[in-house]
């Protein structure tokens, strides 16, 4: 039984910086009231033809090997987390593998949301300490601003998210002490509906059906988002599923170097901070500038932090995210 570990980090966003008072001219809002209610400042959003979900992960996906230490030729599967997929089908794994020109590896493709990276995680780790495979790439990449609803009726949600993309490398440790220690999934589906995007969906109606309609107020193609009872659920879960993790390797909040929760609102990780107690130097945010990212937002998190010096050989790194499906998960990793 081998240890499973973050031998690379990597992240792509792409140059176009949209800023709240820049929402303010598409919709009834303004940067106060963004800021208060989610800790977002800005995000960025892809220029259309200039980028898709798949090549922001290939981009995240180049660095991330590279600080690797490996030749892209060394990678044993694919793993990709994404809500916006640049196809119904097939999934963007494969198209990493084909723009990569990886070796025909597997590639599976993960639908968990904000959740996605954790889960993608969780898969990695099993492969990898079974000894099925010894470097498996994970990414999480999102594209919503093409999918957004840019008007005052969408405002609840469209402030909200930003497009970018995250990517690891997990490879084989021999230091079972070292690497992820260990991971937590869960679901709840009863509240599926209340954070969702209902179409296109084969479930909604069949194509010919949505052809003919054309019904321009059909506002099932935009994401829903039960705010209150979302953010309600998210506190708990988090905090939940966080001291899962520490109690099943024997450690407390106390023991936390740093903490990287999915971004999906500032008031929710502060909420979660003050209850473990932690200072500001033990948790990581960026979502003020960023916006929700979903799958890519804890990766985009980890590789900054890593990257200015934040998360040191030898401290305890807890990933924790919560979102649609319901879905939540930590995963607990000794870098």
Same mark, same amino acid.
């Given at each position: ?6 031998? $690379?980090?990597?992240? &792509?966003? *792409?140059?176009?910086?949209v ?7 598409l919709?009834? =809002?303004s ?5 208060e ?5 800005? /995000?960025? !959003?892809?220029i259309?033809?200039d980028?898709t +979900? +798949?090549?922001m992960?290939?981009?995240a996906?180049?660095?991330a090997?590279e600080r690797a230490?490996?030749?892209k030729d060394?990678?044993d599967?694919?793993i ?8 119904y &089908?097939?999934?963007?794994?494969v198209?990493?593998?084909r ?12 639908r968990?949301?904000?959740s996605? &990276?954790?889960?993608a995680?969780?898969v990695?780790?099993q492969y ?8 498996? #790439?994970v990414?999480?990449?999102? #594209?919503?601003s093409?999918?957004?609803d840019? +008007?005052?009726?969408?405002?609840g949600?469209?402030?909200?998210? $930003? ?8 490879? /084989?440790?021999?230091d ?6 260990? =991971? !937590? ?5 009863q !509240?599926?509906e ?9 479930g909604? /109606? ?14 099932s193609y935009?994401?829903?988002m ?11 879960r988090?905090?939940e599923?966080?001291m ?13 170097d740093?903490?990287? *929760? ?14 473990f107690?932690?200072s500001d ?12 990212t +979903?799958?890519?937002?804890? *990766?985009?998190?980890l590789?900054e932090?890593?990257?200015?010096g934040?998360i040191?050989?030898g401290d305890?790194v ?9 879905t939540?998960?930590?995963?607990i990793? /000794?870098?």
């Amino acid at each position: 039984m081998y240890n499973a570990k973050i031998s $690379g980090l990597g992240f &792509f966003v *792409p140059e176009n910086v949209v800023t709240n008072d820049d929402l303010s001219k598409l919709m009834d =809002t303004s940067d106060e009231w963004i800021q208060e209610r989610t800790g977002i400042k800005e /995000r960025r !959003h892809v220029i259309k033809g200039d980028d898709t +979900t +798949t090549s922001m992960g290939v981009k995240a996906a180049k660095i991330a090997i590279e600080r690797a230490g490996i030749d892209k030729d060394e990678i044993d599967f694919i793993i990709f987390a994404t809500l916006s997929p640049d196809y119904y &089908f097939p999934g963007p794994g494969v198209l990493v593998q084909r723009d990569l020109n990886i070796n025909t590896v597997g590639a599976l493709d993960v639908r968990n949301q904000c959740s996605g &990276f954790v889960y993608a995680i969780s898969v990695a780790d099993q492969y990898v300490k079974s000894g099925m495979y010894k470097n498996v #790439l994970v990414i999480g990449s999102e #594209l919503h601003s093409h999918g957004l609803d840019m +008007t005052t009726r969408g405002r609840g949600v469209s402030v909200i998210f $930003g497009d970018g993309a995250g990517a690891a490398v997990i490879s /084989r440790e021999e230091d079972t002490n070292k690497g992820i220690l260990s =991971t !937590h999934l869960h679901s709840e589906g009863q !509240h599926a509906e209340e954070l969702s995007l209902i179409a296109p969906g084969m479930g909604k /109606r069949w194509v010919n059906d949505i052809l003919q309609d054309n019904d321009p107020n059909d506002t099932s193609y935009f994401p829903h988002m039960n705010g209150q009872f979302v953010f309600k659920n998210a506190v708990v879960r988090f905090s939940e599923v966080i001291m899962e993790g520490l109690n099943a390797n024997g450690l407390g909040p106390q023991d936390i170097d740093m903490l990287i *929760p999915h971004q999906a609102n500032l008031r929710i990780s502060q909420f979660v901070q003050k209850k473990f107690g932690l200072s500001d130097d033990q948790v990581f945010n960026n979502i003020m500038h960023y916006g929700n990212t +979903t799958a890519a937002s804890i *990766p985009i998190a980890l590789t900054e932090a890593w990257e200015s010096g934040k998360i040191k050989e030898g401290d305890l790194v807890v990933l924790a995210a919560f979102g649609s499906g319901f879905t939540w998960g930590s995963a607990i990793i /000794r870098w």
